[in-house]
């Protein structure tokens, strides 16, 4: 079966988003997960602020990492239960995770913080 450009775009940032967010957070681990030239992964992460996905790079540059600081309007449990098939639309293997990545707990804060 045939997909659009529009589909694939979209899945493959949902799906890259997704990689960062389960740890797969560097340019090379994308490349290595789903075979993508440097370019498109690049590329594709540079996208995702068209999605309003919020993604940062975390220095050092050669050993940094990207991290998904807000998903928007994205629903990464949707992603999750239809992993199956977004990989099997971008033509990509599908390995499944045991289950959705979970969103970190937001720092204490001075009131909050446990006392010593």
């Not at 997909?3 to 988003?17: D, G, Q």
Request: one cysteine or more; proline letters at 7%; glycine letters at 4%.
């Amino acid at each position: 079966m045939h997909y659009s450009k529009t589909k694939t775009s979209f899945y493959r940032r949902l799906y890259v988003a997704y990689l960062i967010d389960s740890g797969v957070n560097s340019v090379p681990a994308i490349m290595a997960k789903t075979g993508m030239p440097r370019r498109t992964a690049q590329d594709t992460i540079k996208a995702l602020a068209e999605l309003d996905i919020k993604c940062h790079f975390n220095l050092p540059k050669k050993s940094g990492y990207y991290e998904i600081l807000d998903w928007g309007a994205m629903n990464k449990e949707w992603i999750h239960e239809h992993l199956e098939r977004i990989c099997s639309i971008l033509g990509y293997q599908y390995e499944p995770f045991e289950k959705a990545p979970e969103a970190e707990a937001p720092e204490a804060t001075p009131e909050e913080a446990p006392s010593e």
